[in-house]
């Protein structure tokens, strides 16, 4: 995570949105852990910034997952608005972006 970031803002509504897809609080979490890339995702809201990340959780299952920044008592906390699992093509996808990404960047390009 971050060291921007000092936690997670749950409420009861995002803590059910994000369980219904079957993932867990704990994998969400972990996601923020470890390395994530972040994408903004404008048309999904007017009222707040929304960002899209895509992470692994420690068992090393590709997690999406919706989210906003909230500040709350000067904190910066990561607010989850949903999550899923990513489908096979999805992952196929990511991973070929992100070693495409690597290589352009070893390479110096």
Known sequence: MSDSIAGFDWDEGNLTKCQSHGVTISEIEAAFQNPIRV???????????????????????HLLVAFTYRGIDKLRLVRPISARFMHEKEVSHYEEQTQASEKASSSGE
């Open 39 to 61: 994408f903004p995702a404008p048309a999904h809201s007017a009222a707040e910034t929304r960002y899209v990340g895509i992470g692994r959780t420690t068992s090393g299952r």
